[in-house]
């Protein structure tokens, strides 16, 4: 039987971590298989490592953001390191979530849905979380919902730039005033209302939520309804060669002291939405050189792949040649394979100067998007996946 998988062809897994055979490592399988498609390396014990140590630092509610990785093995890696709770932004995410997991706690927490979507996920899924940031929405989940009373309404609101690496600012989000009117129109609607943000993705500063829950006291002083709920959302870092980010306690004690700093009457439930935090380290990929000319390498993965972010965003990945080599450290610059002059990244990717076509490259730090914004383009998405035992690369 085969180890290996392809995109899509992956099923639901409940099986507990420790009832699976022992996974191979990346070199054997390389050495075994010597793969020309790009093989995508996932590491479970990283992902339940990195999944138990948010639940035990986070004090409240730890929502996996599904976008960042919904791979059926990703998210039985993340169940199996405590987390029960999952953000959606689609009726996909959610129907995946709901046969993988039937007990999970499920959150609709894109701000802007279809009107289908929200009927399907309150009557088919007992969805009963909403985040909206307009009036017209939250108009669209009374109407859906048959005007329930067992809702929890989260409004949105909207931040400034806050230092992120990726800004999330510009897309949703309710300005103060308008805010304000949500909180106090959900509150006439609602089991629960609480409010929502988000300092956008891979925040390298702590104080980035002291900022943003400052913000978000405003608007609730100005509103006047009690709050139940403050979800500090994702953009939990993680390193990459360049970036080494303070530890997840540093970004707690900031979130945990800001909060009550705001006086409320009671303390609200907290909630966050890490997805990078969770998944980044726990993803690999291989690739095979297929051309070099100078200190660029054409490779057989790119950004319609699993290198989307170190295209535009350009992010630098950990990267080793699968060989042996005495050779000195170079950066190179990588082509990928379609056709489109835009599939390059400028890296660098660190490697021995000797690197050559034909040569095995492990790229990793992939887990977060990666594999999920995998595209068909060029008939390019023939990449196998398999599990590993290797820890991660950074």
Known sequence: MSVFSRRGAAAAIRRPLDTVPALPCVDDLVASFRPTEPLVCLRPATIVDAAEKF????????????????DPAVLRAVWEGGVRHFDCASIAEIELIRGMFPEAGIYFMHPIKSRPAIAQAYTLHDVRTFVFDSMVELEKIIAETGRAGDLDLMVRIAMPPLGA?????????????????????AGAHALRVGVSFHVGSQCMDPLAWRRALVLAGSVIAEAGVPIDIIDVGGGF????????????GAFIAEIESSVEALNLPSMPHLWAEPGRALAAAGTSVVVQVQGRRGDALYINDGIFGSLSDAGAPGFCYP????????AASHGFACWGPT??????????????????????????????YGT????????FDRAQTVEVRDRAML
Not at 319 to 326: K, W
Not at 340 to 367: A, H, K, T
Not at 372 to 379: C, D, E, K, L, S
Request: glycine share 8%.
């Open 55 to 70: 639940v035990a630092a986070f004090p409240g509610d730890t929502l996996y953001a599904v976008k960042c990785n919904p």
């Open 165 to 185: 690496f990726s800004d999330l600012s510009a897309k949703f989000g309710a300005p103060h005033e308008e805010a304000v009117s949500l909180l106090r129109a």
């Open 237 to 248: 870092p993680v390193a990459y060669p360049g970036m080494v980010p303070p530890p997840l």
């Open 319 to 326: 990267t080793r040649l699968l060989r042996p080599s005495d």
């Open 339 to 368: 056709c489109d002059s835009n599939d390059f990244m400028r890296g660098p990717f660190m490697l021995p100067e000797d690197v050559s076509e034909g040569d095995w490259v492990e790229i990793g730090q992939l887990g977060a």
């Open 372 to 379: 999920a914004v995998r595209t068909r383009f060029n008939g």
